[in-house]
């Protein structure tokens, strides 16, 4: 079985460009999480969606970053503008569903920001 | 300060040696989860505990809760190189919707 799918590997772009990052979740799964990791830090919730609802995007900062999920299955997350500060890996993750707890994850997009 | 803290932020060990990491939480849970990161790549769940069961094992692996001090153990048994990895303890808490907290991590170096 395909694990989550995640690309691309790693970006690097000038500030004020913009940026995309796709995931192809574990099929079947129907929850999707996106995450934030900064070096030396844990994985911080940005996103997630529940089949095609974003059901908790309290932390996605609105202004510069945006996400859908079309159908449920494959999910981007968009940053336009990016800056400085946005420097960090994204990773994807999903569960069969929000009760089950195991996470799954991509193996992250890390991006870079000139 | 975060929901889930490890201690200590980094292990460093001879293989064949046991490794401890533990993780302070603030709130009632419903389950907590322990995480391995090798460099570079994705988070590999390891375990989950609810809120009811006080210890698990899973091969080496042993994860002990004590809901009453809020904190949990991962205790790595006859720890070998391929252990070296970022370790993270993740809550799912009523009090924090319900959704995954991850700590900063402890970073394990097994030398062999």
């Known amino acids: 079985e395909a694990g989550v799918v995640q690309s691309p590997r790693y970006k690097i772009i000038e500030k004020k460009q913009p940026v995309a990052f796709w995931c192809n979740p574990i099929?079947?799964?129907?929850?999707l999480y996106w995450y934030l990791q900064n070096l030396g830090q844990g994985p911080e919730l940005l996103i997630r969606?529940?089949?095609?609802?974003?059901?908790?995007d309290s932390q996605l900062p609105k202004d510069r970053f945006s996400a859908e999920r079309l159908k449920g299955v494959d999910s981007t997350l968009k940053i336009q503008p990016a800056e400085l500060g946005d420097s960090a890996v994204y990773l994807c993750?999903?569960?069969?569903?929000?009760?089950?707890?195991?996470?799954?994850f991509g193996e992250g997009s890390r991006l870079t920001v000139l | 300060s975060q929901q889930g803290e490890e201690d200590p932020q980094a292990l460093s060990i001879q293989e064949g040696e046991n490794a401890t990491m533990n993780c302070s939480y603030k709130?009632?849970?419903?389950?907590l989860q322990w995480y391995r990161q090798n460099s570079g790549r994705g988070l590999v769940h390891l375990i989950l505990?609810?809120?009811?069961?006080r210890e698990k094992h899973s091969g080496r692996l042993r994860v002990t809760l004590d809901t009453s001090k809020k904190s949990s153990s991962l205790l790595i048994t006859a720890s070998r190189a391929a252990d070296t990895a970022s370790y993270f303890c993740?809550?799912?808490?009523?009090?924090?919707?319900?959704?995954?907290?991850f700590g900063a991590g402890t970073i394990l170096r097994v030398k062999s």
């Open positions: 969606y529940e089949n095609e609802e974003a059901v908790d």
């Open positions: 993750a999903s569960s069969l569903d929000r009760r089950t707890g195991e996470l799954f």
């Open positions: 709130t009632s849970i419903n389950n």
């Open positions: 505990i609810r809120s009811n069961e």
């Open positions: 993740a809550t799912d808490a009523p009090e924090y919707g319900n959704k995954l907290v």
């Open positions: 099929s079947g799964h129907n929850t």
